[in-house]
């Protein structure tokens, strides 16, 4: 693995064991390995010809792209920040960033989306949550884009909590308990989520088509070290939210969890019928060992403090 970047960088993120040509701009702790991804720069050259032919995703447009190669590798890219090249074994990054492309923006993309790819490739099933600490244990909140799955946890880090993780969640069965693993010490919101939360915190754009920032944060709002999952929070759209005027929390039987654990998948564009085997096992596990709740909230800033009493007496 040391092979594989002519100029070493090693990081632990997700528990993942990442080693870059390039520095990241994040801590490297360090705990267990759940599996092994270098990451290497490559030129535009390498990525041409890697695609020459390729059938892209039918939801591929001129914003992103991905497409399954002949070898069993992965293309992805996202236009002004970047392009990946993910091998079938899911052990090795290609990646270019776009001229004008933020350092913060490049990573986010590269550590989040870029890395999904190697993650289903070497079979762990990454959700879409974010996670937050509360009396050493995990919270997540489980949702699609635009639900407020950051906003909520940047309200909670407001009050004291850490982040252990925003946007992609990796989990892990031990000892009849799963933990979930940090991510990049970062949170993505909006300028008025960080200005009420993050004391109005500058941040890097998220990219050209967005107002979210991506907000870096210090060593006490972050956790790094794994958390046994206390509980998941299924956050209801803002559509639908928008017809309660009460923040409500009902727990989901073993099927609606079971449905709400797949909707949540991080990574979509891989597919298969081995895929969807480990996506329903993993599922499965999760819905015997983990209470998952449905929560409901008005999209009004000041109610955020009602999903705090709510998760905090449970």
């Known amino acids: 693995m040391d092979g594989d970047c002519d100029s070493s960088y090693r990081y632990c993120v997700y528990g993942i064991d990442l080693v870059s040509d390039t520095p990241l701009t994040m801590p490297r702790h360090a705990h267990e390995a759940l599996c092994h991804v270098s990451c290497v720069r490559a030129p535009q050259a390498l990525f041409a010809r ?3 032919g390729a059938v892209f995703h039918p939801l591929s447009d001129g914003w992103q792209r991905s497409a399954v190669l002949h070898d069993g ?5 996202w236009q002004s920040v970047g392009e990946f090249l993910v091998a079938a074994d899911g052990r090795r990054i290609e990646c270019r960033p776009m001229e004008r492309c933020s350092i913060e923006s490049f990573q986010v993309y590269m550590l989040g989306q870029a890395l999904s790819f190697a993650l289903v490739n070497q079979h762990l099933e990454p959700l879409h949550a974010t996670v937050v600490e509360i009396e050493g244990e995990g919270v997540a909140f489980l949702g699609g884009s635009a639900f407020g799955k950051s906003t909520v946890a940047a309200s909670f880090l407001r ?3 850490r982040l252990l993780t925003d946007d992609l969640l990796v989990l892990r069965e031990r000892g009849g308990t799963i933990w979930a693993y ?3 010490p970062r949170i993505k919101v909006f300028p008025d989520v960080a200005g009420r939360f993050l004391d109005g915190r500058n941040g890097a754009q998220m990219n050209a088509d967005t107002g979210k920032l991506i907000i870096a944060l ?4 972050t956790c790094t070290r794994p958390l046994p999952i206390r509980a998941m929070y299924v956050l209801t759209s803002p559509r639908e939210a928008g017809r309660r005027p009460t923040v409500t929390s009902e727990t989901l039987s073993a099927r609606e969890s079971f449905i709400e654990l797949v909707k949540s998948t991080f990574n979509r564009r891989l597919a298969g019928a081995r895929r969807m085997e480990r996506q329903f096992t993993a599922a499965a596990r999760l819905t015997n060992a983990v209470p998952i709740r449905r929560l409901t909230y008005p999209r009004q800033i000041e109610r955020l403090a009602d999903i705090h ?3 905090l007496t449970r």
Do not use: T
Request: proline letters at 10%; hydrophobic letters at 40%.
């Open 309 to 311: 009493d709510i998760v």
């Open 50 to 52: 890697a695609i020459e």
């Open 218 to 221: 210090d060593a006490r709002q």
């Open 73 to 77: 590798s992965a293309y992805a890219s």
């Open 182 to 184: 940090p991510g990049p």
């Open 159 to 161: 009050a004291g909590h």
